[in-house]
């Protein structure tokens, strides 16, 4: 809905009825972040002078947060529709949390504005909301603390206390409290330079705690005391420690193999005896990081799996609501966990495939029910896009002896590949057919889409797992692991994949399956060829 839909107000004339009401009602130009008018009893709330006075206030020193969802009930709110939320303002400094209903307006010039109308203060003690939020704190193993703009430490959640102690005994004059705790004075002035600037701060530190030397990623942003309304420092910390680590073991890993290819590269050159040797030690290098792959895979699962439980728990409110901000961030968060858990089990898969392990659990599936689902799950997530996708097969089954799992997971790994590269509006079709591959009586699916497409010369670089460039997929982010594992499944089948593409016009996955696969068909199962000759 357009802007000329909202309320105009072109002069404050226009607001004369609103100086009746005996709440603050005051209209707030978001173009230019300040006040456009206020009420007689707005005035009053916000410890003004005149009009005028309040008019002139430099509202300058809001948070971004601030900016943004000022922004957000412009761009979300529909007109005549009013976004209730409790809000801490501070009037000459003084904090005082009220509800707040605002309404997206249109005021001179066509700037965009919020008309905002105040509810008396509000008791913390009895608002459920808030009191939910600040246990929840109690319980996060999110380190929380809180910092005057000097350093001095005001206070610190459970967590923190439980990492740093609720005070530091051992102080002195020398350091503020913030520098004991980031262990780094130099990082300590860097942080509040940050924060004095306006900007949010973030760092992985090595930090001294009760249990011992750990890292964590540190992240700082400005605040408001809700007691006494000056600018603080709040502090969060997650401890990555374990994540550090794995970095670490991995990196130490990969110097090893680079050092023990160098090494086996200079051996070929001097004999073919050696040469065999150095392929032997390579290949047994390739099964140690199969294997530590796998492992470290398993090790990310645990921690990820309560990263996606707790945000789901959250998500769904299951110990009170959250509001539309924090709904916002843990969506996002669930939405990455799930991303992070998809690109770990395609390593699994890698390091199975390559390490031998990877067994078929072979059934009588219907590859066209399969795909039909499949195509389905792909379109809802992107519904909106405009995206056609569509699947063609003369058959109303298609009995087929193979592994369900891997034979869904190589038509999800095709079928959002061609998602992925193909603009919106565009088309994607699925083409299954029998005696496709030369009629031998074996299979044929073809996955067809109209996107960007890939040139000749990269065909067979999208299928080398580990060596995937934005290049090759006309810079669109990508893991590079669905196409090979994709080949990979389908070839423990006994079939083939390989790709038909011309650059700028689309690109066809195309899937072969043996005869071997094609289970016995009834009467009225029967090829298109021979339906054809029959009628």
Not at 355 to 383: C, F, P, Y
Request: charged content about 25%; glycine content about 8%; proline content about 4%.
């Amino acid at each position: 809905m357009g802007s000329t839909a909202k309320q105009h107000f072109s002069k404050h004339e226009e607001l004369a009825s609103f100086d009746l009401l005996s709440t603050p009602v005051w209209i707030f130009d978001v173009e230019r972040h300040a006040m456009w008018w206020a009420n007689r009893r707005a005035v009053q709330f916000w410890r003004a002078d005149s009009l005028e006075e309040l008019l002139a206030r430099d509202f300058g020193s809001d948070n971004q947060a601030v900016r943004q969802r000022l922004s957000q009930v412009i761009s979300k709110t529909s007109p005549g529709e009013v976004a209730s939320e409790t809000w801490t303002l501070y009037p000459n400094d003084m904090p005082v949390t009220v509800l707040l209903a605002m309404s997206p307006i249109v005021i001179e010039d066509g700037r965009d504005a919020v008309l905002i109308e105040s509810s008396a203060p509000l008791d913390l003690q009895s608002n459920e909301e808030t009191l939910r939020l600040l246990e929840a704190t109690r319980y996060t193993s999110l380190m929380v603390s809180t910092f005057s703009l000097e350093g001095r430490l005001l206070s610190r959640n459970p967590a923190a206390i439980d990492t740093f102690g609720k005070s530091d005994d051992k102080k002195d004059d020398a350091h503020s409290d913030l520098d004991r705790q980031l262990g780094d004075r130099l990082v300590a002035e860097a942080l509040r330079q940050s924060i004095a600037g306006g900007h949010p701060f973030s760092r992985d530190l090595k930090v001294r705690t009760a249990q011992g030397p750990r890292w964590h990623q540190v992240q700082a942003q400005s605040g408001r005391d809700p007691r006494t309304g000056e600018g603080v420092i709040v502090v969060t910390e997650t401890d990555i420690t374990g994540r550090v680590q794995a970095e670490a073991r991995l990196a130490s890993l990969n110097s090893e193999l680079e050092k023990r290819v160098r090494q086996r590269t200079a051996a070929l050159e001097r004999s073919n005896e050696e040469a065999i040797e150095a392929r032997y030690e390579a290949e047994r290098a390739n099964r140690i990081k199969s294997k530590f792959l796998a492992n470290m895979s398993h090790e990310l699962r645990t921690p990820l799996n309560a990263i996606l439980g707790f945000s789901d728990i959250i998500r769904l409110g299951v110990f009170g609501p959250v509001n539309e901000r924090y709904l916002e961030y843990i969506t996002d968060i669930n939405t990455s966990a799930q991303h992070l858990l998809g690109l770990i089990d395609g390593l699994l898969d890698l390091a199975k495939i390559e390490a031998g392990k990877m067994m078929l659990q072979e059934s009588e599936i219907d590859l066209r029910a399969l795909l039909n689902e499949t195509l389905q799950m792909v379109a809802a997530t992107n519904q909106g896009s405009g995206k056609e996708m569509t699947l063609d097969c003369p058959l109303p089954e298609v009995p087929l002896l193979a592994d369900a799992r891997l034979m869904k997971q190589v038509a999800l790994n095709l079928l959002s590949n061609a998602a992925k590269f193909t603009p919106e509006q565009g088309r994607i079709t699925v083409a299954l057919r029998l005696d496709g591959a030369g009629g031998d009586g074996g299979l044929e699916v073809r996955f067809t889409d109209n996107g960007i497409g890939i040139d000749a010369s990269k065909l067979d670089l999208v299928f080398r797992p580990y060596e995937h460039n934005a290049s090759f997929a006309g810079g669109v982010k990508n893991t590079g692991l669905g196409l090979p594992i994709a080949r990979s499944f389908v070839e423990l089948h006994g079939g083939s994949l390989h790709l038909e593409s011309v650059l700028g016009e689309g690109t066809t996955a195309v899937l072969r399956l043996p005869a071997a696969r094609v289970l016995a068909r009834g009467p009225a199962q029967i090829s298109p060829g021979r339906a054809a000759a029959e009628g």
